[in-house]
């Protein structure tokens, strides 16, 4: 990802898990690749096998 799309993509988790300890989230397999780099500790549960079109997946992510 570039340095624009990871800061966006911080801001983005950040405000997702603000109040949550568990999130459904589409999430691109860059974006997955990228939340478990930096998360290790969380468990991510596909929720669906089937991409969309734009390629990203439901995932259920729990810290």
Do not use: H, I
């Amino acid at each position: 990802m570039t340095v624009k799309k990871v800061v966006g993509f911080d801001d983005f988790l950040e405000d997702s898990f603000k109040e949550n300890v568990s999130r459904e989230l589409r999430l691109s397999a860059e974006e997955l690749e990228y939340l478990l780099s930096k998360y290790p500790k969380a468990t991510v549960t596909a929720l669906s096998r089937r991409e969309s079109a734009d390629g990203k997946c439901w995932y259920l992510v729990q810290f």
